[in-house]
């Protein structure tokens, strides 16, 4: 935007220059020789920007980057924030299951994996407890609900 405000500065005062000339100039022969030599140097003063704006244009296609090896497909990105989600669901229901035994815990973490047909499963399901008091009745109701034998992490 810059350039465009310089180029139409130089043009406005080539265009004043060479009223001042035009006017300054005798009558006769020579006045229309300087409007001609005049009229070419106002025309010149406006094609040479955008001769010069197009003369930086790269017209060669060189075709979309190869995205292949650069990332993720959107098939895994999909895959892996729906392991994401699921994950964080299951570890919700593990809380909502162990707050209404009321069974004392620090943390949940439940982390699942995908087999070659597609299909989810849990991997496994860590529970930080703080005493173990309730540590048998935790394996029980996780076995229960989750079909897992969780590992007990005491802190």
Same mark, same amino acid.
């Given at each position: 935007m810059k350039d465009i405000g310089i180029v139409a500065a130089v043009i406005c005062v080539c265009v004043i220059?060479?009223?001042?000339?035009?006017? &300054?100039?005798l009558q006769g022969g020579t006045k229309r020789i300087l409007n001609t030599? &005049? *009229?070419?140097?106002?025309?010149?003063?406006m094609i040479a920007p955008v001769k010069n704006a197009v003369a930086g244009f790269n017209f060669?296609?060189? *075709? &979309?980057?190869?995205t292949s090896s650069a *990332?993720?497909?959107a098939d895994e990105i999909f895959d892996r924030q729906v392991i994401t989600q699921t994950e964080k669901n299951l570890t919700k229901t593990l809380e909502s299951l162990l707050?209404?035994?009321s069974l004392s815990y620090k943390a949940c973490e439940v982390k699942v994996k995908t087999d070659e047909n597609g299909g989810i499963y849990i991997s496994?399901?860590?529970?930080?407890i703080?005493?173990?008091?309730n540590a048998?009745?935790?394996?029980?109701?996780?076995r229960e609900k989750f079909e897992v034998i969780p590992r007990l992490i005491k802190d």
């Open positions: 220059a060479c009223s001042i000339v035009n006017t &300054l100039a030599v &005049l *009229g070419v140097f106002v025309i010149c003063a060669e296609y060189k *075709g &979309l980057p190869d *990332g993720a497909s707050d209404s035994e496994s399901v860590s529970i930080y703080t005493q173990k008091a048998q009745r935790i394996i029980e109701k996780v």
